[in-house]
């Protein structure tokens, strides 16, 4: 049989920028150097096509073409084959300029529609695949744990550094901290605070293998396995659980609660203004503050009668949950 020699696939190779057997320059062949080139070229036509449709999937939610780690035969056909081919000429000839691509991307009125359905489209297009109308998309499960700790006020944006560490907890949950269990892994009933350390970015979270951060896998994360090329995306009942009973979106919501009473001290409507305008983007109708008044007093009442400390932020703090919890802020329409 014949030794077969270094080379792009024929298919997309069109006999161009053949890749050398050996490279007298270097120590090596310098073979992946050269694939790695011929890949970046900015003429080869499969790099350009696979990273706007992943851009696009990140914006859509689905990608023009829904297999974004196969793009060869037994892959999905693209949904707008004329599109992916001229975003993907356009993005190389402006210099593969990212921000410019995004810009691109979100000033589209493909990007700009309601996800409002119709029932005739969902008849001609049940997936809506050729995207008569925005798809609803939940938030993507470290961006929903950021966007609960910047409405909180707890955010802390510095950047790089070590890494923020995780831990299992006593009822099993991996939280961000420090353990301090023996060798054994046993108890010893120590605590080191970590701080404003533990309130950055899911990016600078320490991610293990068998130590998943909790909250952020129950909402999909990804599996750290390799080429994860998509996630899956689930709605099950113990993501309503964790955002009930989860102590990281207990301890938030009291800090947003207690935000609030500090900005808008003794006036009830201005807290539920803010939290509805923080959390939500926009300001409450009369119906929904009405309804919003009765259920923190409700509440402050209930407290009050378990000798709570603070009955009112504890009210408070049961709202602003009630409002993370939400669709409105957990999904983007």
Same mark, same amino acid.
């Given at each position: 049989k014949a030794a077969m020699k270094p080379a792009d696939?024929?298919? &997309?190779?069109?006999?161009?920028?053949?890749i050398p057997e050996n490279d007298a320059d270097r120590p090596s062949t310098g073979r992946r150097l050269a694939l790695a080139k011929r890949l970046t070229d900015g003429t080869h036509p499969l790099t350009g096509r696979v990273l706007v449709n992943r851009f696009w999937l990140h914006h859509f939610g689905r990608g023009l073409v829904d297999t974004p780690g196969d793009f060869g035969?037994?892959?999905?056909? #693209?949904?707008? #084959?004329?599109?992916?081919?001229?975003?993907?000429?356009?993005?190389?000839?402006?210099d593969w300029q990212l921000k410019r691509l995004h810009r691109l991307i979100m000033t589209s009125q493909a990007y700009r529609q309601s996800s409002r359905r119709l029932a005739k489209l969902d008849e001609?297009? #049940?997936?809506?695949?050729?995207?008569?109308? +925005?798809? &609803?998309?939940?938030?993507? $499960?470290?961006?929903?744990?950021?966007?609960?700790?910047?409405?909180?006020?707890?955010?802390?944006?510095?950047?790089?550094?070590?890494?923020? #560490?995780?831990?299992?907890?006593? &009822?099993? %949950?991996i939280v961000v901290g420090v353990s301090t269990n023996d060798?054994?892994?046993?108890?010893?009933?120590?605590?080191?605070?970590?701080? $404003?350390?533990?309130n950055r970015r899911s990016l600078y979270v320490q991610l293990r293998r068998s130590k998943v951060l909790s909250f952020v896998d129950m909402f999909d994360a990804p599996p750290m396995e390799p080429n994860c090329t998509k996630r899956t995306i689930s709605t099950v009942a113990p %993501?309503?659980? +964790?955002?009930?009973?989860?102590?990281?979106?207990?301890?938030?919501?009291?800090? +947003?609660?207690?935000?609030?009473?500090?900005?808008?001290?003794?006036?009830?409507?201005?807290?539920?203004?803010l939290a509805w305008e923080t959390t939500l983007g926009q300001a409450p109708t009369p119906g929904e503050l009405a309804q919003s008044i009765a259920f923190i007093?409700? %509440?402050?009442?209930?407290?009050?009668?378990?000798?709570?400390?603070?009955?009112?932020?504890?009210?408070?703090?049961?709202?602003?949950?009630?409002?993370?919890?939400?669709?409105?802020?957990?999904? &983007?329409?």
């Open positions: 696939l024929s298919v &997309v190779a069109l006999n161009k920028n053949p035969k037994l892959g999905e056909a #693209p949904s707008h #084959p004329e599109l992916l081919d001229w975003l993907a000429s356009d993005f190389m000839k402006h001609l297009d #049940p997936d809506n695949r050729l995207l008569g109308r +925005m798809n &609803v998309r939940r938030l993507e $499960a470290e961006t929903l744990r950021d966007s609960i700790l910047f409405v909180s006020g707890q955010w802390n944006p510095h950047m790089f550094g070590k890494p923020v #560490p995780v831990k299992e907890d006593e &009822v099993g %949950q060798s054994s892994n046993r108890p010893t009933g120590k605590t080191i605070s970590l701080g $404003a350390a533990g %993501q309503a659980l +964790m955002l009930m009973n989860n102590s990281f979106v207990i301890n938030e919501s009291r800090s +947003m609660a207690g935000r609030f009473q500090r900005l808008a001290k003794g006036n009830l409507d201005s807290q539920i203004g007093q409700k %509440q402050a009442a209930l407290f009050g009668t378990q000798k709570e400390k603070q009955p009112d932020l504890a009210a408070l703090a049961n709202y602003c949950q009630a409002l993370l919890s939400s669709n409105a802020f957990i999904y &983007v329409d």
